[in-house]
């Protein structure tokens, strides 16, 4: 991909340097057509056409349908539960409470062990003596409709003590908070400090030194699918198979074997179309395991489909952190050093069983991650509250990290007179500094902050929109510019979950087939949830066996099919998936050449593949048809030696080792324009330019990165879930939660900058949540830019027009 160089002129003129163009990248595979091409998705129109297949569409013999009675209040002791009545309803086939699933499901603590002295509490599926947040499921009821159960569930009886909670996580700790789990000693769940050794000193010589307290409002995951999943427990087989609509199959897999003491080789997960997920089903649920539970004590399939009301207190929340930051710099413009201390509550369970404590150790690991800094230090602390528990949602860390960093940052070249674009020039790593080690340990392989800053400035031609801004306000128009530098973490090392005893692969794998016809099949662990891995797999698979694209066939999703692996999460489909299903074309291409070798009695060196023949690798003249040789091997084996035996089906894994994780990093600016009578927030122009390594799909990653950006805006600006003081969610249904509309969106620009990691022969990082991490820092520093006249400032998101007006003194 050949990037343009653009100065700026007038404004809306720009000029190509073509003296400076980024070196083209070197082909992966032999006859390069699909790889870094623009290509429908297969089941693009498929799902268009409405001929998706999602949970709530499978209906087998004998299914019944279960829904739960939650709690509603956010603690409390269960003190009877009267179900008789249900019962007696019409079509109910079981009323099951905490007990009776325990009969055949175990409990568990979902902690890690590489993350030192972290704590939670024993939980089950169902709650058996109290009940620890608003929505956490107490009573199960099984009908044969979902009707007749909701109708059962109306008469259900449950009496409880109301408990007092924790709620704010401010005071959580404190001495007289109630203690949620008293076995466990104080709601603390984890702590990380990390300190390099002249903190105090470079806070000491700096010349400037900025500080302030950033809030982030809980959020959660609104996807067009909401959890759901139809276990069906074989008696007769003693075999469970699950349909679900979650991300790692192979995880769930694991985890139904061990909590219900059955082998792997007795569980199938089967994850056909997947409405989005987003990290929201990446995690083991607890209404997850009643539900198999359910079908097992049932003997006959059970389906659970979440609606959106409960989906608002039984999915998980992220993001709800309070985070003090400090920024020491010299008046040069450089930055010493960054502190942050940083506070986030969790509910009362962390989440099996990836951990609720990873968000925020992300979030000590990222701050500060663009820039040269050698002093940082850092303080977390997880603290447990009567809410709905909070794990992993795209980005995981990330925005939260960027938002800190960026908004220090900002802060002080405001401080210093400096243009926050140059004073980001003069600290960001340099693109030949690497490989690096960033203040916080972490390891970086190979950036491009440098390029990207300098793209960015000729996409969103900077100095004239600089000067709009002026001549605007002199007529009193209040518009901001804000930037936001970021990395992101993809394509996790070998040792990411393992390490710490969660049984989460890091590999994945890919097997590949000719089949007779001359079609290749590929069965990938790594699954599709609407960001295109089918699309890509198939793109990387035609390259590297050699067929036009419409001959390569995908399944993803079920693992009695696909390789062992780790699914879909942490940006690795392409990175670590991709890598696999290259390597399983290229060992198929291979035995390909060995097979036509044979056919035609030459030197397999002497041969090539071309768009699904085998060719003279000197004139390229045609000599065999993938048919041809499809037909040979599965039906004509009789003709070819007695010591050669065709594979024409391999499976090939991949892992990244060379570091904990593969970076990627880009940088965004966002325009806005702020009514200081109303505090409204007009989103004009959002720009983004992305370091994901080779880029597979264009037109897939662009999507990926603007849908992503508008996931980022709408935790920035409009989503919060808000409770009262008693732990209960106010805003629990969509005629409250206010997510993203495209109206509301601003047109938004992508641009690529190409590093490919070392790491892996096809060089792709993630792509999937850099969008996410970034555009909440990008519009927050736009809307201070906007206010900073005014003597304002908003750190505390989701940025409402409430929050705006009380920083400009206009309401109390």
């Known amino acids: 991909m050949t990037t343009r160089t653009i100065e700026p002129r007038a404004a809306g003129e ?414 960001v790593m340099r693109d030949d500094s690497y490989p690096a080690t960033g203040a916080s340990g972490i390891r970086l392989e190979v950036l491009s902050h440098e390029a990207c800053l300098r793209r960015i400035e000729a996409m969103m031609d900077y100095p004239a929109l600089r000067a709009e801004q002026a001549a605007l306000r002199q007529r009193g128009i209040h518009r901001g510019i804000g930037f936001a530098t970021l990395i992101e973490l993809t394509n996790p090392g070998a040792a990411f979950y393992g390490v710490g005893g969660a049984r989460i692969a890091s590999q994945d794998g890919c097997t590949a087939r000719l089949d007779p016809s001359g079609a290749v099949t590929v069965m990938a662990s790594v699954g599709e949830q609407g960001q295109g891995n089918d699309g890509i797999f198939r793109q990387i698979a035609a390259d590297a066996v050699g067929v036009d694209l419409e001959m390569v066939r995908v399944i993803t999703g079920d693992t009695d099919v696909t390789p062992y692996g780790g699914g879909t999460w942490a940006s690795r489909g392409a990175g670590i998936g991709g890598e696999a299903v290259l390597l399983a074309g290229q060992a198929l291409r291979a035995n390909i050449l060995k097979l036509a070798a044979v056919m035609l009695q030459r030197d397999a060196a002497d041969l090539a593949v071309r768009r699904g023949h085998v060719v003279d690798a000197q004139t390229s003249v045609q000599l065999l048809s993938f048919a041809e040789l499809g037909r040979v091997a599965y039906y004509r084996s009789d003709t070819l030696p007695k010591d050669f035996t065709p594979e024409l089906m391999v499976t090939r894994h991949y892992a990244q080792r060379d570091f904990p994780f593969i970076f990627t990093n880009g940088v965004q600016a966002s325009y806005v324009e702020v009514d200081p009578e109303t505090g409204q927030v007009r989103l004009l122009r959002h720009w983004a330019v992305e370091d994901c390594g080779r880029v597979i799909n264009p037109q897939l990653v662009d999507e990926q990165i603007r849908g992503a950006i508008v996931q980022g805006l709408g935790g920035a600006l409009l989503e919060e879930c808000l409770y009262d003081d008693q732990g209960l969610m106010r805003n629990a249904s969509l005629a409250d939660y206010l997510v993203p509309m495209s109206s509301e969106m601003p047109d938004i620009e992508v641009a690529h900058v190409q590093t490919p990691t070392r790491s892996s022969q096809l060089g792709a990082k993630g792509a999937g949540e850099a969008g996410t991490a970034g555009a909440p820092a990008a519009v927050m520093n736009a809307i201070n830019d906007a206010l900073a006249p005014l003597g304002a400032q908003v750190w505390s998101q989701p940025i409402t027009p409430e929050k705006i007006l009380r920083a400009l003194g206009h309401v109390p």
């Open 14 to 427: 720009v000029v190509e340097r073509p003296d400076q163009v980024e070196a083209p990248l070197h082909s992966v595979t032999e006859d390069p057509r699909y790889i870094g091409t623009s290509r429908e998705r297969p089941s693009a129109r498929r799902l268009v056409q409405g001929q998706g297949v999602y949970v709530d569409d499978i209906e087998l013999p004998r299914m019944a349908h279960v829904v739960f009675w939650r709690s509603p209040v956010a603690h409390c002791r269960i003190l009877r539960i009267h179900a008789d009545a249900a019962r007696a309803m019409p079509g109910v086939v079981m009323v099951a409470d905490g007990r009776d699933i325990a009969t055949v499901c175990k409990p568990w603590v979902a902690t890690l062990s590489h993350l030192a002295g972290m704590k939670s509490a024993l939980q089950y599926p169902l709650a058996i003596e109290r009940a620890c947040w608003q929505g956490e499921a107490v009573v199960a009821i099984v009908a044969e409709t979902r009707e007749q159960a909701e109708d059962a569930l109306q008469l259900l009886q449950v009496d409880f003590e109301r408990l007092p909670p924790a709620v704010d996580m401010e005071t959580a700790l404190d001495a007289d908070t109630p203690v949620i789990h008293p076995e466990l000693g104080d709601n603390l769940c984890f702590t990380r400090s990390l300190a390099t050794a002249g903190v105090d000193e470079a806070f000491a010589r700096a010349d400037t030194v900025v500080e302030t307290t950033f809030e982030f409002g809980r959020h959660t995951g609104v996807t067009l699918e909401p959890r759901s999943q139809l276990a069906d427990w074989s008696a007769a087989e003693q075999r469970l198979t699950v349909y679900h609509s979650c991300q790692a199959p192979h995880m769930m897999q694991d985890l139904y074997a061990r909590q219900f003491e059955l082998p792997e080789s007795a569980v199938r997960v089967v994850c056909k179309d997947v409405g989005g997920s987003f990290g929201i089903k990446v995690h083991a649920y607890p209404d997850d395991f009643a539900t198999v539970a359910l079908s097992m004590l049932c003997r006959r399939p059970v389906k659970f489909v979440a609606d959106r009301i409960e989906s608002f207190t039984s999915d998980i929340h992220a993001r709800h952190h309070r985070v003090k930051g400090r920024l020491a710099a010299t008046r040069d413009g450089e930055i010493l050093a960054f502190e942050i201390d940083d506070l986030t509550g969790i509910g009362p369970y962390s989440m099996f069983p990836r951990t609720s404590a990873i968000e925020g150790n992300q979030v000590v690991n990222l701050v500060g991650g663009p820039y040269r800094h050698q002093q940082y230090r850092a303080h977390l602390k997880v603290v447990f509250q009567n809410k709905t528990p909070t794990c992993q949602y795209r980005g995981v860390g990330h925005p939260i990290a960027c938002a800190v960093t960026e908004g220090l940052v900002d802060l002080a070249a405001r401080q210093l007179r400096m243009d926050p674009l140059e004073f980001r020039r003069r600290n």
